[in-house]
Structure formats: C-alpha cells, structure tokens
C-alpha cells in the first residue's frame, strides 16, 4: 500500500484482504438490518457500496484509492466456469416442456432488454453501451453479471458502464421485490385460481446428470473440480483470443469458458470421464460470486451517475412497465394460467428484474399465503434464474456491445 500525490494504491494481497472484510460486514448487516433480507440485498453489495461511498467523499477531497483488480478478475473467470460445469443439456431435457417454454420466455426477455435499453439510450441522447449496462446485464443478469460484463462494456467505449449498470442492478433487487408478490397475488385473485398445483410433478434431480448430490466434500473431489475449472479456463480463455484476432469479433474468454464448460458436462454426464461433486460447485461458485462481486463493487464511480440519473430512472422505468406486462400477458399464459403459472409469474418478476433469490422470495410469499407450495415454481426458477439464461443472456449481452460499439 502506498500513497503519493493524493494517490492511495492498494497492492494486490491488500486489496483481496480488503474486499474479504467487507464482505464479512456485509453479511453481518445483511443478517442485522431487516431493510437488506426482507429485499434480498447480497452482501457483497452492502460492504462494497459503502466503501464505494467513502472513495466518492474522498474523491471530492481530491483523494484517489486505486485497487488491484487482478484476483478480482479471477474469481469472476472461475464463477462463469461454474455455471457452466453446473449446468448440462440434460438439466433442460430433466424439466420438460414448461421449463423449456419458460426458458423460451427468459431468453427472449434477455434480447428484448438490451434492445430496449439501446433504443432508449439513443433516444435519451446517452451512450447505447450504457443502455445494454442498464438492460439485461444489470436486470435479468443481476449484480454478478454486470460486474462481469461492464469491464468488456467499457473497453468497447461504454464510460460508466459498471456504475450504471450496478445502479441498475440495485434499484431491480428492490423493485423486483415489491412488484413481483403483488403481481402473483392479483393473478390468483383476478382469474379465482384453484389454490392446488401439480403433486406428480417431482422438483428434486437424479444422479442421471453425471453430477452426485449427496456425495461429501473431499479433497478428491474438490481437486477435480479445481483441475477441470483450470483446464476450462486455460483452453476456454485461448481459444476466445484466437476467435477474437480471427474475426474481429470480441469474445470475452470467461464467456467462452462458460460454453466449454457447459459442453464438457453435458459430454460428462454421458461418459463420466470424472465425478463431478454438485455441492463442491455451489461452493466454489458462491465463494468466487461474492469475491469478484464485492470487489467489482469496490470501484464503483458513484460521481459518473451525476449527468445520467435522469436518462437511467426513464430507462428502468419503461423496462419495469414492460416485464410486469410480458409477466402478465405472456409468462402466465404460456405456463398454464394456474396457480403454478401464477408463482411463475411472481418468480419472473423477481429474477427477471432482480436475482434468482428474489425471485424464490415473492414466491414464498405467497405459498406461505396460501399454504400451497409449487414444486414446479420452486424447480423452475433456481434452475432457469441461476444457470440456463446466462446461455442465451451473455451472448445477447456480447453480440449488442460489438454491434453499438463506436
């Protein structure tokens, strides 16, 4: 650590010690201020928006904190290789056609958000970049994911991309969780729902996936997690360079390593060339989301919101009308018009504007309301929220950035 001309610079161990400690402080107000679980706010965010706060009123003082983003970067490579090795083909095949016409829905949510968001940008005289930030990044992608992707947005010209887009990201956790229980509530009510779901449909996951759930963890297996994700990572990260100086088409190594994840379970799951340990992924994911997210959150510039909160509150209010209206008239519709398709509704609106943990929350609102638990509501949602939209999301969120980059 060192300090120089108003310039305070954080070496990389300083900076990762740094971020760890905020981290424990988020979770530890996540779990005192009832304001941050009743919303479902992450804890990496509590911690590093308050330190992001300091910075702001230091930088009015003319004083600079720079942090090493190098294990940052890391951690965010590692998290995109669990979601992918945590998902396969076959976890699609295992929820059928709802889930596949959920899905549908989902993944056209992901483009319509970001063309939407271009479209209003534009409209709004503001960089188009920013509105892609504000748009499935920061809503159907959440924190994590704009972390992840406003680095790629700002390299490709889009200033303040990771400022919006956490902005954003943090206005949909909250709106998500008003809007989503309410919604839910009235489409039971309007249509007089039968309060009763599907009981045959069965929620929980097999071994068939190639990935064992009741195994405990061991050093054996969290080696062969660790070695599969370097491997992922050390060929996904080479072989997007090689695409990238072939075609002039920007893709980001942690996307493709996604993909070659995801395509080394699903041939796994077949072939079971290793045992793949699922509550050792969720770890590593968990663990690699909340460090990558908590330092991304700590480089923050909240003073580049200054000249564009008015064009990003017009942006996240169009995109709130517009997902309470495809929750209503399209995911309720298409998923039956039950009480099931009346939670999916709910859930849709959670993720869809928020994170998957929002979506399970106005969820379980109302099945403590009415006593009545959907276990396809309950499947659906984690599984398509958590894993299966970043397929068709990060894409979306690539292909818009190369086309409006300037």
Known sequence: MVYENGV??????????????????????SNKVSFFRNYCIPAPVIGGFGFAIAVWILNGANITITIDKTLGDLFMFIFFVTIGIGGSFALIKKGGKLLFYYLLICWGLAIFQNGLGVALASLLGIDPLLGIASGAAALEGGHGMVAA?????????????????MAAATYGLVAGSLIGGPLGNWLIKRNNLKIETDEGWNRSLDASEGIKIEDQITVRNVFTLIAVIIIVLGVGTNVARW?????????????????????????????????????GIEIISVISLE??????????????????????????????????????????RFTGKNYDAALLSAGFIGHGLGATANGLAVMDSITNKYGVISRKAFFIIPVSGSMLIDLVGVPSIVIFTNIFAP
């Open 243 to 279: 695409i990238t100086d072939a075609t002039g088409f920007t893709v980001p190594g942690h996307v493709f390593s996604l993909f070659l994840g995801l395509l080394f379970a699903s041939i796994n799951s077949k072939k079971q060339f290793v045992e793949m340990n699922r509550k």
């Open 291 to 332: 460090l990558f997210l908590t330092m991304a959150m700590m480089n923050l510039k909240i003073w580049e919101l200054y000249d564009l909160a008015l064009p990003l509150i017009i942006i996240l209010l169009v995109q709130t009308v517009c997902i309470i209206l495809i929750a209503w008239l399209v995911v309720f």
């Open 8 to 29: 305070l610079t954080l070496n990389l161990i300083t900076s990762v010690a740094l971020g760890v400690l905020l981290l424990l402080i988020g979770k530890w107000l």
């Open 149 to 165: 992707m406003a680095p790629f947005i700002e390299e490709s010209g889009g200033t303040g991309a990771l400022t919006v887009g």
